[in-house]
């Protein structure tokens, strides 16, 4: 029984974070809808819109060109559906009562577009199709009083870090995996999964840390995995295993992504004063302790996908200044312990270039220092290879940094040679989410390698030979 319910809630995470589909061995059959959102973050007047994409995926994230089929679009809050053009759509009531947009693939693709009502807050937009897994965002709109700042005109200085490239793993579910007797094979030998992701041509390894786990309502009641002391014991190995820590501050007892971002429960009724020094200073404790036992990150992360902002609300991007103190908290906690860190900005935005530009500009304008800008790429949420490659490009040369694609699942050759290929050596490197399982193609069943894992093989004798 406790095997079971550990599976079934690495299943529910593996859902909400990764583009989860139908069985993997069935390319070609629909799996589930595909919806992007170019900018998940409106201004609440009344004419701020954003393009939507829908598309129809099979079980491997492959769109369907053939798909003719009529999707159901339901809103939940302020806002409505256009046409591309701004043309009205008619609303249409299913049996339950409630009222959806009817729109129909063309070639496999559907453009429209959704724009903002005068109320600040969030809206969902959810487009479903039969038994399909739905495509769905959650549109934050801002209020339009919104002070919108862009940086100085001209270049940003270049970053001055080291920034080694990457070919990493999240693998932060692997002590509770190993807790419930997961072992692992490779070749039908049983390995450490650390060495073998290293033998397989893995360098950098990423972990998650939440404050206080343990809570009640955290990550991991009771046992605090992703903790501090799991996250010490996790660095050993890594370290030990020949490879480097990239380090992903959540700043929450439970999951921080762009649908929340919550205060850790031992600092939510402080002042915004105390909460920043409460940033800096349990980011600093957490480093020394890594220091002190000589496993300091080589890249870490303030913030896990921000672009609605961290430490909810103060942290909100509808308080941008307070949200880049924050950041600058953080930031100064790296600092304070060792300033040759790089720090990353991580966003959920793979894809999404206006988005993107919208929150980069407003914290750089607003002071804010970093060294890398990592994105997240699900093709479920955030568009095309194509609109991947276009962001990355555009990015790296717009603020004349570095970018890592720090969380993806699928396109696993596709999304390293879009990043590597970026001009300039600014691309430098991609981090897949918490491939030991079978969804990621990488294991069978029962966490045996499989020949897709030789991928990596591949990618590390042409990306990261040079370095050996």
Same mark, same amino acid.
């Given at each position: 029984?406790?095997?079971?319910?550990?599976?079934?809630?690495?299943?529910?995470?593996?859902?909400?974070?990764?583009?989860?589909?139908?069985?993997?061995?069935?390319?070609?059959?629909?799996?589930?809808?595909?919806?992007? =959102?170019?900018?998940?973050?409106?201004?609440?007047?009344?004419?701020?819109?954003?393009?939507?994409?829908?598309?129809?995926?099979?079980?491997?994230?492959?769109?369907?060109?053939?798909?003719?089929?009529?999707?159901?679009?339901?809103?939940?809050?302020?806002?409505?559906?256009?046409?591309?053009?701004?043309?009205?759509?008619?609303?249409?009531?299913? =049996?339950?009562?409630?009222?959806?947009?009817?729109?129909?693939?063309?070639?496999?693709?559907?453009?429209?577009?959704?724009?903002?009502?005068?109320?600040?807050?969030?809206?969902?937009?959810?487009?479903?199709?039969?038994?399909?897994?739905?495509?769905?965002?959650?549109?934050?709109?801002?209020?339009?009083?919104?002070?919108?700042?862009?940086?100085?005109?001209?270049?940003?200085?270049?970053?001055?870090?080291?920034?080694?490239?990457?070919?990493?793993?999240?693998?932060?579910?692997?002590?509770?995996?190993?807790?419930?007797?997961?072992?692992?094979?490779?070749?039908?030998?049983?390995?450490?999964?650390?060495?073998?992701?290293?033998?397989?041509?893995?360098?950098?390894?990423?972990?998650?840390?939440?404050?206080?786990?343990?809570?009640?309502?955290?990550?991991?009641?009771?046992?605090?995995?992703?903790?501090?002391?799991?996250?010490?014991?996790?660095?050993?190995?890594?370290?030990? /295993?020949?490879?480097?820590?990239?380090?992903?501050?959540?700043?929450?007892?439970?999951?921080?992504?762009?649908?929340?971002?919550?205060?850790?429960?031992?600092?939510?009724?402080?002042?915004?004063?105390?909460?920043?020094?409460?940033?800096? =200073?349990?980011?600093?404790?957490?480093?020394? /302790?890594?220091?002190?036992?000589?496993?300091?990150?080589?890249?870490?992360?303030?913030?896990?996908?921000?672009?609605?902002?961290?430490?909810?609300?103060?942290?909100?991007? =509808?308080?941008?200044?307070?949200?880049?103190?924050?950041?600058?908290?953080?930031?100064?906690?790296?600092?304070?312990?060792?300033?040759?860190?790089?720090?990353?900005?991580?966003?959920?935005?793979?894809?999404?270039?206006?988005?993107?530009?919208?929150?980069?500009?407003?914290?750089?304008?607003?002071?804010?220092?970093?060294?890398?800008?990592?994105?997240?790429?699900?093709?479920?949420?955030?568009?095309?290879?194509?609109?991947?490659?276009?962001?990355?490009?555009?990015?790296?040369?717009?603020?004349?940094?570095?970018?890592?694609?720090?969380?993806?699942?699928?396109?696993?050759?596709?999304?390293?040679?879009?990043?590597?290929?970026?001009?300039?050596?600014?691309?430098?490197?991609?981090?897949?989410?918490?491939?030991?399982?079978?969804?990621?193609?990488?294991?069978?069943?029962?966490?045996?390698?499989?020949?897709?894992?030789?991928?990596?093989?591949?990618?590390?004798?042409?990306?990261?030979?040079?370095?050996?």
């Amino acid at each position: 029984m406790k095997m079971f319910k550990f599976f079934i809630m690495q299943a529910i995470a593996l859902f909400l974070c990764v583009a989860v589909s139908a069985n993997p061995s069935d390319p070609g059959k629909p799996a589930s809808v595909m919806l992007t =959102s170019y900018s998940t973050t409106l201004i609440a007047n009344g004419k701020d819109n954003t393009r939507m994409r829908i598309a129809i995926a099979d079980s491997i994230g492959q769109e369907i060109k053939s798909a003719k089929d009529s999707v159901r679009i339901y809103v939940t809050g302020e806002g409505k559906i256009t046409d591309v053009t701004g043309k009205p759509i008619a609303c249409k009531t299913d =049996s339950t009562g409630k009222t959806y947009y009817a729109v129909r693939l063309f070639n496999g693709i559907c453009n429209l577009r959704f724009v903002a009502g005068t109320k600040p807050g969030k809206t969902k937009v959810e487009a479903r199709l039969a038994r399909l897994w739905p495509g769905s965002h959650e549109i934050h709109t801002l209020p339009a009083s919104f002070m919108n700042k862009k940086p100085n005109p001209g270049p940003l200085p270049p970053v001055t870090k080291s920034i080694d490239r990457m070919i990493g793993a999240d693998i932060s579910f692997l002590p509770e995996m190993e807790n419930h007797g997961v072992k692992f094979s490779d070749n039908g030998q049983q390995i450490d999964a650390m060495v073998m992701l290293h033998n397989h041509g893995f360098n950098y390894i990423r972990l998650r840390i939440f404050v206080n786990p343990e809570n009640k309502e955290g990550y991991s009641p009771g046992k605090g995995f992703c903790g501090l002391s799991n996250t010490l014991a996790m660095a050993r190995r890594i370290h030990d /295993a020949g490879m480097k820590l990239l380090l992903d501050f959540h700043y929450s007892d439970y999951w921080a992504d762009p649908q929340q971002q919550n205060l850790p429960k031992s600092w939510s009724n402080l002042d915004f004063k105390t909460l920043k020094d409460s940033v800096k =200073s349990y980011t600093t404790r957490v480093l020394l /302790a890594l220091k002190k036992q000589g496993t300091l990150p080589s890249m870490v992360q303030v913030g896990n996908e921000i672009n609605h902002g961290i430490l909810w609300p103060e942290g909100h991007i =509808s308080n941008p200044d307070k949200l880049a103190e924050l950041l600058k908290a953080g930031i100064e906690g790296v600092e304070a312990v060792d300033p040759n860190i790089p720090v990353m900005i991580h966003l959920a935005l793979g894809g999404q270039n206006k988005e993107a530009i919208f929150w980069l500009d407003n914290m750089i304008a607003r002071g804010l220092r970093f060294d890398v800008i990592g994105l997240s790429y699900y093709p479920r949420w955030h568009g095309t290879l194509a609109d991947l490659k276009f962001n990355l490009i555009d990015l790296s040369k717009r603020y004349n940094k570095p970018v890592i694609v720090a969380e993806y699942s699928d396109f696993k050759q596709e999304v390293h040679d879009i990043d590597f290929a970026v001009p300039g050596n600014m691309g430098k490197g991609a981090c897949i989410w918490e491939p030991l399982n079978s969804r990621s193609g990488l294991f069978d069943k029962n966490w045996e390698t499989t020949p897709e894992m030789k991928i990596y093989d591949k990618l590390s004798k042409k990306y990261l030979t040079q370095l050996k």
